[in-house]
T-cell receptor, first 114, second 113 residues
Framework: EAGVTQFPSHSVIEKGQTVTLRCDPI?????LYWYRRVMGKEIKFLLHFVKESKQDESGMPNNRFLAERTGGTYSTLKVQPAELEDSGVYFCASSQDGLAGPQYFGPGTRLLVL | GDSVTQMEGPVTLSEEACLTINCTYTATGYPSLFWYVQYPGEGLQLLLK?????DKGSNKGFEATYRKETTSFHLEKGSVQVSDSAVYFC????????????FGKGTKLSVIP
């Protein structure tokens, strides 16, 4: 069974540009999460989807970040316009059972904003 | 709010040495506790978990016991191998109506032959 996949693995963009990250969860997992790790800091929760609905977006830093999960399959996270402080590693995770089940993580997308 | 504090790294050990990575937490209610591991170039993998006080999680020779009285979940291994070199993250899920995990900063472990 394929794990959580993320694309791209790395992205280098200039301040003010737009970047879109993609996450494909494990097949059949209704719950999808986005997290972010800024250099030297903790991995922080961004938001949680149940199927195509946003269950919790309390961790989204500001309105430059837009997450979607059309059709309840893969998800995209768009940053527009990107700022220097957006640099970090963006992780996606999925789970079958939101409360009791473990979250399975992808390898992350390393974003560098210059 | 919820928080996790784990020992600062990096930690460098010789093969077959004993490992302890300290983790303490602050949370409302009765959280579930986790250790995740990230090997170079890979995503986070769940290493072990414990869902209630005094539970012991174990996997691949690693163990951690949920200590409610000291709010701790220290990761231990009796004899580390070079293949254990990775970054280890302690995390909690408070279960208080939210599905999000709260992580510590991670501890990088390097095991040398």
């Amino acid at each position: 069974e394929a794990g959580v996949t993320q694309f791209p693995s790395h992205s280098v963009i200039e301040k003010g540009q737009t970047v879109t990250l993609r996450c494909d969860p494990i097949s059949g997992h209704d719950n999808l999460y986005w997290y972010r790790r800024v250099m030297g800091k903790e991995i922080k929760f961004l938001l949680h989807f149940v199927k195509e609905s946003k269950q919790d977006e309390s961790g989204m830093p500001n309105n430059r970040f837009l997450a979607e999960r059309t059709g309840g399959t893969y998800s995209t996270l768009k940053v527009q316009p990107a700022e220097l402080e957006d640099s970090g590693v963006y992780f996606c995770a999925s789970s079958q059972d939101g409360l009791a089940g473990p979250q399975y993580f992808g390898p992350g997308t390393r974003l560098l904003v210059l | 709010g919820d928080s996790v504090t784990q020992m600062e790294g990096p930690v460098t050990l010789s093969e077959e040495a004993c490992l302890t990575i300290n983790c303490t937490y602050t949370a409302t209610g009765y959280p579930s506790l986790f250790w995740y591991v990230q090997y170079p170039g890979e995503g986070l993998q769940l290493l072990l978990k414990a869902t209630k006080a005094d539970d012991k999680g174990s996997n691949k020779g690693f163990e951690a016991t949920y200590r409610k009285e000291t709010t701790s979940f220290h990761l231990e291994k009796g004899s580390v191998q070079v293949s254990d070199s990775a970054v280890y993250f302690c995390a909690l899920h408070s279960g208080a109506g939210s599905y999000q995990l709260t992580f510590g900063k991670g501890t990088k472990l390097s095991v040398i032959p």
